[in-house]
């Protein structure tokens, strides 16, 4: 029995569902997480989804309402969660009770019974998308706006290298089912809040250059934050600011919690694993796009950012342009 099968078989056999997301939620784990609650409950089933952080108003569209009546979760199910720490306090508890973890991260180390793993995916979407059609639920529109969005935002509206043409053809069939994928588009990648436009200025203009120009590295302070008045959740875009500069191979972010830990994001372009640098560090991702986390004050979490950069750099050879 393939993994698959048997990720259809626990699902068709269980009830009672809480489906998890990891902390500071994006449009994959919040649309992939949605789909599939919405899948289950097609089939007759009770699920939920739960997420430590408040969900950002702009993927409020995505979110399933929760049934009307409490239940007692029996089913664990955890979708585009590399590693338990990623649930978040709210959600620790149930770090080892998860019995389906759903994901595409190559770092993942999630302990679960059933581990639906695809790394060649571009999004966690496409793997939640072909377990629906494998559980014989027929998407509808809703359904079809989740998966779109877990799909677009992790590819970048289909300009990242994880893009394939297995994207691509899911995309087509979602387009089939009649979503506003400009609207999705324009809502995840073209609408800003003033306050955002105010501390992209300030990102920018905090910008360090290191190893001769290879690598650009940007913070976001909490003193930052308090002065634009933008939340941690709107800070989707801003790691891919420092990548988008000509002649950059690692574009990095440190954004400061307000315990006071750094949470690190990680974009590289063309020949360096952003993965394995973040792994120096006790994180993981993908091949160009990673993160971590680190403790200390800015200048502490910037020495071993660069380190670890230093290193995996130290390790290649810059190839020909």
Not at 6 to 23: K, M, N, P, Q, V
Not at 68 to 91: K, M, N, W
Not at 283 to 312: P, S, T, W
Request: charged content about 25%; overall charge negative.
């Amino acid at each position: 029995m393939t993994t698959l099968e048997r990720a259809c078989a626990y699902l068709r056999e269980g009830d009672d569902f809480l489906i998890l997301t990891h902390t500071s939620p994006d449009g994959d784990t919040l649309g992939s997480a949605s789909a599939l609650c919405r899948a289950l409950r097609a089939m007759g089933k009770r699920a939920n989804i739960a997420c430590s952080d408040p969900i950002p108003q702009k993927y409020s569209f995505l979110v399933e309402p929760d049934l009307p009546e409490p239940f007692a979760y029996r089913r664990i199910v955890s979708v585009d969660v590399a590693d338990v720490q990623l649930l978040g306090d709210a959600l620790a508890g149930y770090g080892d009770r998860i019995e389906l973890c759903i994901d595409h991260h190559p770092s993942n180390c999630i302990r679960a019974d059933i581990r639906l793993l695809d790394t060649a995916a571009a999004a966690a979407a496409e793997v939640v998308y072909e377990l629906i059609r494998a559980l014989g639920v027929t998407p509808d529109r809703q359904m079809a706006i989740q998966i779109y969005t877990g799909i677009s935002t992790d590819s970048g509206c289909f300009r990242f290298s994880n893009t394939t043409s297995r994207t691509h053809r899911i995309a087509a069939e979602l387009f089939e089912l009649g979503i506003d994928h400009t609207e999705i588009d324009r809502r995840m990648f073209e609408t800003q809040s003033r306050g955002y436009v105010a501390l992209e200025q300030q990102v920018l203009a905090s910008i360090e250059y290191h190893f001769d120009g290879l690598c650009a590295l940007v913070a976001v302070t909490r003193e930052m934050l308090e002065q634009s008045g933008v939340s941690d959740s709107e800070l989707d875009g801003i790691a891919q600011l420092p990548r988008q500069i000509e002649g950059v191979e690692v574009g990095a972010t440190l954004k400061q919690k307000q315990d006071g830990e750094f949470r690190v994001s990680l974009r590289t372009n063309r020949w360096l694993n952003a993965s394995e640098i973040c792994e120096r560090l006790g994180g993981g991702g993908h091949v160009r796009a990673a993160g971590c986390r680190i403790h200390g004050d800015l200048a502490g979490a910037k020495r071993q950012l660069l380190e670890a950069i230093g290193a995996e750099l130290a390790k290649r050879e810059r190839p020909a342009v």
